[in-house]
């Protein structure tokens, strides 16, 4: 599959919510939130586009953890007719090469417990768990997950 990585912006708001819809049921950003983050200067926002049609996304931002700037992915989603082709791991390398030009060390991110598409992905690219979050959606628990870049 021919899979292109390109910037994201504030102009592809509405197809990105949509896919945000279909990738998470309560725990969807509101379209606001995409919006806030897709015009956040902190923020990195990557697409990738199969034959010219948008089939994921990855939000990232630079965050500060204990005073110091760290990489962070707020969101991936990949379109359910285009998964396990390898779009998720395109868009997440994409975006720790951009967090590594700005020279950041870790990447940090957080996933619920039972998904497992999300975990394997997140273990294959070398993340650890480094804590359980619990709680953290509602009524199921959250891993905390870091990766050293450099
Ligand atoms: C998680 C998600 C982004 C993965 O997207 P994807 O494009 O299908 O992932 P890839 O094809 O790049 O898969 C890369 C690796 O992830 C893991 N993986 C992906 N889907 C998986 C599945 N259904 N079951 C088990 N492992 C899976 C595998 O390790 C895979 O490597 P492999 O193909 O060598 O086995 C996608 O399922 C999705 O959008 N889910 C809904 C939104 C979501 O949960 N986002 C993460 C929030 S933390």
Do not use: W
Not at 10 to 16: C, K
Not at 41 to 54: C, Q
Not at 57 to 86: A, C, E, N, W
Not at 92 to 111: F, P
């Amino acid at each position: 599959m021919n899979v292109q990585i390109e910037d994201a912006s504030i102009r592809l708001l509405d197809v990105l919510y949509e896919i945000e819809l279909q990738c998470f049921k309560e725990e969807a950003f509101s379209k606001q939130q995409i919006g806030y983050l897709l015009s956040d200067y902190a923020s990195i926002s990557l697409v990738a586009r199969v034959n010219g049609e948008i089939a994921g996304f990855i939000i990232g931002r630079i965050d500060l953890v204990r005073g110091q700037p760290v990489g962070h992915v707020m969101t991936i989603d990949v379109l359910p007719v285009y998964r396990k082709s390898g779009v998720a791991q395109r868009l997440m390398l994409a975006l720790e090469d951009l967090l590594k030009q700005s020279d950041m060390r870790e990447c940090h991110l957080e996933v619920r417990v039972g998904n497992v598409s999300a975990l394997s992905l997140y273990l294959k690219l070398g993340y650890k768990r480094v804590r359980v979050l619990e709680n953290y959606y509602g009524d199921s628990h959250g891993f905390y997950l870091k990766k050293n870049l450099s």
